[in-house]
């Protein structure tokens, strides 16, 4: 097998953000730019050399071609064998599964999530590692470091293989399986879940939903596990993966999964709805005419976990992103467990679940997940909240109003303002920031403000701090407000605002959250001078 060894430049912007690196499709077709980032992920790591990659994507534009590069340079950097998912496709949950079942070294994921796809839209990458998680914040810099100085990467001259076939071919001396999408992540959901009595929940008669696969990842794996293995019938919408979503947006929001939002507020509404997004990690949970926020779902899937196979020996703890809202932790409490608060990025996580802290995780925009994978999880989440139905035999909105009457409601919403001038987003946040010493104590539109700050964090595990990670509000009743500019997009910036109140009144439970928060929503506009620096009167999306 003959090595080539092709020399490169190093191009600007390359640092990965909190889901790997995410650009435009077209930056990705950049000559050597694709190249130099896998390169750079293998000169980072060590003692790799004939040991087992994991590689796939979500099947958006550019997912098979650049497989069939990385398989060339996997290869000439000397790894023994690759498994790759059948056309090219792998979940990133089920990535990070089929990573811990076959003790891989790593993994590389082609997947930009929920931005959108096809030609003319975006593209990502990111490496994770053999627990089956994103690579942690040490790696990843080392990575952006080399990319910054890179002048040469290595590949072999062969021909593409066939993705669509399954079994094992050689790409020069280098074995690779060309697998199953979907089995191996549908056993492992077999064995946290009692599909027998999601079976007869399907069965009864009494029970019916809908499932939007959005045209992305998550359509062949909710045919195989909701419709053939549970029985559920033709439940699942835009279920075949395109290039790009069906020219839709693949994000599991109120705004973007419109489609199915409509049939579950519709007449003659099924009992459940849900969706996922891009590369199946995110999910939205709807009743008939009922959304069930992420905040509260985490919260519902703690205090529910008795009733799951899987967690029925109890929970160790859970962890929550520091935006998302303090339900889940009313919960921890009453069950007399650990409630971590962590950084955006599934990463935090991983490090809590590896070392046994915490058993279920998640984060307000629409990613929950647990100890089986290292990845938040959307079609597991959609099991989780079957089985709780099934055993509970009660709707979406009773469970809801149960446990807010045992636990209060936090009122919780967020508003994204995307594709902003990004300078105008920088100065939006510096100016907040700039106002922390004169805060505490101030009273805006009658609500006393207590603290301000930016949130930092102290991994409990390996000491590690992350600094900067979000501006924070909060006043004198428990509510707050917090500010953050999201690294997931790829064009200007996203500024994402997040309100909460908590309320232990029953009798106000049934309040729309936008009006529950309506003086909250005007505080953070006259704290921030949102309309002036976004240039916009409302949000993008509200959630």
Known sequence: MEIIKVQTQPFNGQKPGTSGLRKQVSIFQQAHYLENFVQSIFNALEDFQGKTLVLGGDGRYHNRTAIQIILKMAAANGFGRVLVGQGGILSTPAASAVIRKNKAFGGIILSASHNPGGPDGDFGIKYNISNGGPAPEKVTDAIYQ?????????????????????????????PVEVIDSVTDYAELMETLFDFERIKQLFNSGAFSMAFDAMHAVTGPYAKAILEDRLGAGNIVLNGEPLED?????????LTYAKELVDILYGTNAPQFGAASDGDGDRNMILGQGCFVTPSDSLAVMAANAHLVPGYSQGIAGVARSMPTSAAVDRVAKQLGIACYETPTGWKFFGNLLDAGKVTLCGEESFGTGSDHVREKDGLWAVLFWLNILAVRQQSVQQILKQHWAQYGRNFYSRHDYENVDAAQAKTLMDEL??????????????????????FSYTDPVDNSRSEKQGI??????????????????????????????????????????QEALADLIQIADELAKVKHYTKREQPSVIT
């Open 146 to 174: 080399i990319t910054q100085d890179i002048s040469v990467y290595q590949s072999i001259e062969t021909a593409d293989i066939d993705l669509d076939r399954l079994g094992s071919v050689k790409m020069g001396d280098m």
């Open 245 to 253: 979503f069906g020219k839709g947006h693949p994000d599991p929001n």
């Open 433 to 454: 920031e700039a106002q922390f010493d004169s805060l505490p104590g101030k009273t805006i539109s009658g609500a006393r403000i207590t603290f301000a700050d930016n």
């Open 472 to 513: 924070r509000i909060g006043f004198a009743d428990g509510s707050r407000i917090v500010f953050r500019l999201s690294g997931t997009g790829t064009a200007g910036a996203t500024l994402r605002i997040y309100l909460e109140r908590f309320e232990a009144n029953t009798d106000l439970h049934d309040l729309d959250a």
